[in-house]
């Protein structure tokens, strides 16, 4: 083979291969009636003079033209050929659609077999002589077995009949070069180049073209929207031409600071899913993306994995500290954090990640703390973990979130890997679900100055075959494809390869031309199905037994076909690796049987297994598993190269030797001193032992307490679920009769139970645990069961149950409440207080000696948790309970549970006294007192709405939107989701009263909804519903405007009929005071009327029961209020003054009835008294009732005036909506008084208002009435007084 030949072949194949095959010889010859097969034979002529260089060949001469009808039968183009001496691949007669037939195979026909063609042979051994290539050899001699016309012609398989074959062997030649013109010369070189048995390659990709394509379209879109935030400095991107030059998905990127593509492989094991996924991989670090892979198992859980994924991920930034633009990417994703999280936050997360510690030292104080858990009680543990059911859960989901939008915020793509998803669970799925909505979507309050983009891709992969149509990863990935946002999540189904792709596979990795190998591919492909993994461990087999192989004589593979189709074969994939697993040597099955049954195993507990003598060498036994390419290895980790192959690994173990195996793997592991402070170590003997019998009651004890320890861990890193299980093992390891024997230990199993169950939302689990230790534990030691249980009463709705239980512990401590309690009792109680009261500041607040007394803090506990209940079930004890922890702190001394006293201690104060400046100190000092604290996200998240109610009358009010904001994200971190989305609530409420940006908050309002509807609130979802209608109905978007179709959003007539039906009086307030809000802004001031007229006396009596709420429910009952009830929220009161008087007035004029006119009168009074709390919020709503007043009395001079006052002080104290209103009163006023011009530009004024609010149906029904007006004014002939009565009747 020379250089000469090899560069000849080169240049011919660059040149001919661009020629497209005709249909006839006209492009080639001038005679028309050439056939393919002549024209072949001629095209072999052409070559062979070619690369011979002009060498004579003793071939007859091509007749001119052949008719068709001349052409042999199909019968005769099948005659068998004489095998010959050769031991390459000896063809039979076929037509050149028929499979190649090789030299066992039995053909149907019986005929009489001849030689090959001597012209053929001949041509092939001169260019050989040449140095020419063996393919181009090969080449000619096929092309020269085309030739027609010779009598008892024999045509072999191989023979080239139609240039578009020859245009494919052509086509490799000139793409892969190296392995089709250049020759193998040994065994070896051959099996090197067929990439079987070095696991070091990675194997190229057959088939998949289509599947790869969509995974480099949704690559592109990711990195084309993070290159736009980078001007000109963009990272390298994957470029996609796409489909049709059409842009697709990146339309909808415009103005989304982050896009999420996730895609879900799926197909049964061996298809290639993990293959293509790593192609893509491959080529996203080429392009400097950010890469997380994550492979789940069987034996890690699936949140410890993820965990292990992220910590690495930050361990490479550590590792690269000389790397500029690692640590400039590294500053970004810092930022991010710092800015989202405080710093008790980042301990967290240091203990989650522990590599986060080398990046933030600050932090690691914290984390250590956190770790001192691991050795606590649970009595401990039970002063960080009682917050709300379900609040570990959601405290990991929130903080997940919040790093891997901070990574995507590193400047570059980030490509996220989950592979095997059906070895994960519902709650790694659920957070799943989540991170693609928090990338892919706004948060709930975007910082609206943080302009960075970020682009995260996400692959998944999991066995259709092995996950149920209605289980939790079906459930998860429909509900996303449903879900609403800028994240595009797709499903993607790779299946087996059918049997052209397989000759594809077969042709390459054998350097033969595929007409040679297609009868070999369909043979595979019937015996593995087109199962990529199958067909390659096949090969591996076949080869191994000789049955494939390589012929130096004929430098290329040669194979027996009835050999093959004869060949035994296992039902599965599984099946054929143990057969293969079988063949390595002792030592290596042993260390692989080990690996097996650990999932993947580093070089520490290697270490600690050699000295339990399992194999002589055992990391010399795994490398050799490494060579073979069934382990690989990450620097000190071995794991399998596919989990079939631990599978098939594991099968190798007989079944009653498992457990004696995993219980020796355990006992070794134990001998380490270390185990109980390593949790990795601890976690995995455990496990080990966990899956054995242990019946020596020593062995019991000790893996009891280990169950725990390794619990604990698993606790102090949020990993709830799976510290469960330890706990329950670990149970299930105790003596028969353990509360008399193993007290101590028996309960604090029992009590970490119940906490991580409390933490995971398991209340099942947790109350047959609490029944369990509420019987057998003694009444001190069983106190904070007690606090579970009233909580968890509390979550189901249980009020009345949970305050009697917290009442009758508060008795046993010597704190007696009466049953019944009266207006009276709370009045005198509080006036008694208020001389001690009046004392307190935050210096004798923090100079408080520490209270010491146990009795006091378990009551300052329960009486903490009392004071809450009581906002459901017995209002007037709230007042009572706040008074008596500020005793107790003041006498006793400072607690944790001194917070949550003054703010219910100022709530109080606002609710029943007249002293809100009083009121407001304590809020204040309720929110100093917060800040630093280890619980200030847990406090915050609790009482923030109590500090906002009172906020209102000596803040602005528009300042509620950070309270809320602030007390929304502090929630989210504490994983306290009610309190998140109350939040929520509050947010809306003060963004409609006060902030001038309605399509911001409906947009805002469309995430809150569905955030509600994830988390199956639905009490807050449908209240949210109703000011979502409201707004709505100002802006004028008659649609849903994104809201998913599955969160059901129901009209204000729906709600109602809800809201009646459930005789929910929290919903009816919230109705109520939208209808009035709508009904006001419109002018459709009989509604209102008839709305307090109808609602107003049925909820009296249940105001009282919602006070906690008194933010959240909204301000629609105070209304009720003006028509004779007496005890409300100041706030709701405040607010229905506002909108019921306005309607009064203007009733008033129009009806010319006195109850309207009192109406409207006292509202002034009562805002008038409100205005003593607060200049801000109050004044411009004084002055435009007082102005409306005037006008209904005649004072025409000092109606004016007040308007003109009420619009100013709207302007100065930022109510915009309230400005536009008064604009709009003001120009109808002088409309009415003849002053029309004045009046028209007033009305102008305050249609632009209303547009600046965002309520642009607001604004166009102004700009209605100013063209009705206009149009009036044209009408000359009209009574001036009849116009202007019947105008005032269309807008009153």
């Known amino acids: 083979q020379t250089e000469d030949g090899i560069s000849c072949a080169k240049d011919f194949t660059a040149a001919i291969v661009d020629v497209k095959p005709a249909t006839s010889g006209r492009d080639m010859f001038e005679t028309p009636k050439l056939t393919q097969r002549s024209v072949c034979f001629a095209l072999g002529k052409i070559l062979f003079e070619l690369f011979s260089q002009g060498d004579p060949l003793c071939i007859v001469d091509m007749p001119s033209v052949i008719n068709g009808d001349q052409e042999d039968s199909f019968g005769d183009l099948l005659n068998c050929m004489n095998l010959g001496e050769e031991d390459g691949i000896m063809p039979s007669d076929s037509d050149d659609a028929q499979p190649a037939t090789k030299k066992s195979f039995q053909s149907p026909f019986h005929t009489t077999m001849t030689a090959v063609s001597p012209e053929a042979t001949k041509a092939k051994a001169c260019l050989e002589e040449r140095g020419m290539p063996l393919s181009i050899c090969r080449l000619v001699s096929d092309l020269l077995e085309a030739e027609e016309g010779k009598p008892n012609q024999y045509i072999s398989d191989t023979a080239l009949l139609s240039l578009e074959e020859a245009q494919i062997d052509l086509t490799q030649m000139r793409l892969h070069p190296q392995r089709f013109l250049f020759d193998l010369t040994s065994p070896a070189e051959a099996l090197n180049s067929a990439f079987l048995f070095d696991p070091t390659v990675n194997g190229e990709l057959y088939g998949r073209e289509k599947e790869l394509e969509t995974l480099m379209d949704a690559a592109a879109r990711v990195s084309l929207h993070l290159r736009s935030s980078f001007s000109g400095a963009a990272p390298n991107s994957i470029t996609s031409s796409g489909r049709g030059g059409k842009p697709g998905v990146l339309q909808t990127m415009e103005g989304y600071s982050f896009v999420c593509e996730a895609i879900f492989l799926s197909g049964h094991s061996g298809v290639g899913k993990s293959s293509i996924i790593k192609n893509l991989v491959a080529s996203c670090k080429e392009s400097d993306w950010f890469v997380l892979s994550c492979k789940f198992d069987r034996q890690i859980s699936p949140l410890s994995r993820l965990l292990q994924t992220i910590d690495s991920f930050f361990g490479h930034f550590a590792d690269n500290q000389k790397d500029v633009y690692a640590q400039e990417s590294f500053a970004r994703i810092s930022l991010s954090i710092e800015f989202s999280i405080d710093a008790d936050c980042l301990g967290q997360l240091c203990q989650l990640l522990p590599n986060l510690r080398k990046l933030f030292p600050m932090a690691s104080d914290r984390a250590q703390n956190t770790e001192m858990m691991q050795n606590s009680t649970s009595r401990d543990f039970f002063e960080n973990f009682t917050d709300s059911v379900g609040s570990g859960r959601d405290r990991i989901c929130h903080l997940l979130q919040l790093i891997f939008k901070a990574v995507c915020c590193g400047g570059y793509p980030v490509v996220f890997v989950l592979d095997d998803l059906q070895w994960s669970d519902a709650f790694m799925m659920s957070i799943l679900g989540d991170l693609i909505q928090s990338v892919g979507s706004s948060s709930a309050f975007s910082a609206e100055e943080d302009s960075s983009k970020g682009g995260l891709l996400l692959l998944g992969s999991f066995r259709d075959n092995e996950v149920e149509e209605d289980g939790f990863v079906m459930q998860q990935i429909k509900n996303l494809e449903r879900s609403n946002g800028n994240s595009n999540v797709s499903r993607l189904f790779v299946a087996e390869l059918p049997e052209y792709e397989i000759n594809t596979m077969l042709s390459a990795k054998l350097c033969l031309p595929m007409r040679y190998t297609r009868m070999l591919a369909q043979l595979v492909h019937q015996k593995t199905r087109g199962n990529p993994l199958y067909c390659v461990e096949f090969l591996k087999a076949i080869i191994k037994e000789n049955v494939l192989s390589w012929s130096v004589k004929s430098r290329q593979f040669t194979w027996d076909d009835t050999c093959i189709d004869m060949h035994t074969m296992s039902e599965g994939v599984v099946e054929l690796l143990t057969r293969k697993l079988r063949q390595l040597p002792h030592d290596v099955i042993a260390s692989l049987k080990i690996a097996s049954c650990l999932g993947q195993i580093n070089l520490s507990t290697i270490e600690l297994l050699d000295l339990g003598w399992f194999v002589p060498n055992l990391l010399e036994s795994l490398e050799s598993a490494v060579q073979e390419g069934i382990l690989e290895k990450a620097g000190p980790l071995f794991a399998f190269s596919h989990d079939m192959l631990q599978e098939s690994t594991y099968q190798l173990i007989p079944k009653e030797e498992r457990k004696a195996l995993h219980k020796k793997i355990g006992m070794s592991l134990v001998q380490d001193p270390a185990v109980v402070d390593n949790a990795e170590l601890c976690s995995l003997a455990v496990d080990q032992m966990n899956m054995c019998r242990l019946d020596d009651p020593i062995e019991r004890a000790l893996f009891s307490r280990l169950n725990l320890v390794a619990g604990k861990q698993c606790v102090a890193a949020s990993s709830y679920e799976q510290a469960r299980g330890y706990f329950e093992a670990g149970i299930s390891l105790l003596h028969a009769n353990p509360w008399s024997k193993q007290y101590s230990l028996c309960l604090e199993l029992y009590e970490m139970s119940v906490i991580s169950g409390y933490m995971d939302g398991d209340v099942e689990a947790v109350s047959k645990r609490l029944n369990v230790i509420l019987t ?88 903490a948790l009392l004071v809450t209940l009581c906002f459901y079930h017995d209002t007037l004890l709230v007042p009572l309970v706040a008074c008596r922890m500020m005793k107790l702190a003041i006498e006793e001394g400072y607690c944790d549970d001194t917070i949550p006293g003054l703010a219910h201690m100022s709530y109080v104060l606002l609710q029943y006294s007249d002293d809100v400046e009083l009121a407001g100190h304590f809020g204040r000092l309720c929110e100093n007192c917060m800040i630093g604290n280890p619980q200030e996200h847990s406090l915050r998240a609790r009482l923030t709405q109590l500090h906002c109610t009172v906020k209102y009358f000596v803040e602005p009010f528009q300042t509620s939107a950070a309270t809320a904001q602030n007390a929304y994200n502090s929630a989210r971190i504490a994983g306290d989701v009610d309190n998140a989305m109350l939040s929520l609530v509050v947010y809306t409420i003060v963004h409609i009263f006060s902030i001038p940006d309605l399509a911001g908050l409906h947009k805002k309002m469309i995430g809150f909804l569905y955030q509600m509807a994830k988390h199956k609130r639905i009490g807050v979802l449908i209240t949210t519903m109703a000011y979502f209608n409201t707004v709505t109905a100002l802006i004028g978007n008659a649609d849903s405007c994104g809201v998913d179709p599955s969160i059901g959003l129901k009209t204000h007539s729906e709600i109602f009929q809800i809201a009646e039906h459930t005789q929910n009086a929290f919903l009816m307030h919230h109705m109520i005071v939208n209808q009035m ?119 025409i001079a000092m109606a004016e005036s007040s308007y003109k006052a009420a619009i100013v002080s709207a302007h100065d104290h930022r109510f915009n909506n309230e400005e536009a209103l008064g604009l709009e009163l003001y120009g109808i006023f002088l409309v009415e008084n003849n002053k029309v011009v004045q009046g028209l530009q007033q009305l102008e004024k305050a249609r632009e208002e209303y547009k600046v609010w965002g309520a642009i149906k607001k604004a166009d029904a102004v700009l209605e009435f100013i063209d009705l007006i206009k149009r009036t004014m044209c009408h000359r002939d009209c009574n001036h007084n009849t116009i202007w009565g019947h105008t005032q009747m269309t807008w009153r």
């Open 1077 to 1195: 809000y709508v009904s006001c802004y419109f002018r459709q001031y009989l509604s209102v009327a008839v709305v307090a007229e109808k609602y107003g006396m049925k909820t009296q009596a249940k105001r009282v029961l919602d006070f906690y709420f008194i933010f959240y429910q909204g301000i629609g009952k105070g209304f009720v209020l003006l028509l004779g009830v007496s005890c409300c929220s100041p706030l709701r009161f405040s607010i229905a003054v506002w909108y019921l008087s306005s309607a009064a007035m203007c009733l008033a004029r129009d009806t010319k009835q006195n109850k309207w006119k009192e109406i409207g009168e006292k509202s002034v009074t009562t805002m008038t008294q409100l205005l003593n709390h607060s200049t801000w919020n109050f004044e411009n709503k004084l002055f435009l009732l007082q102005a409306e007043l005037n006008y209904l009395n005649g004072r």
């Open 776 to 863: 057998n534990a003694s009444f001190d030691d069983a106190l904070n069961s007690r606090v579970l249980q009233a909580k968890l009463l509390a979550s189901q709705q249980q009020y009345s149950v949970a305050v009697k239980g917290v009442l009758a512990i508060l008795s046993y401590f010597g704190e007696e409440f009466p049953k019944n309690s009266s207006l009276a009792d709370v009045t005198s109680e509080i006036n008694a207080a208020l001389p001690m009261l009046k004392g307190v500041t935050k210096e004798k607040i923090l100079s408080l000696k520490p209270m010491t007394n146990k009795r006091k803090l378990n009551s300052m506990k329960f009486m």
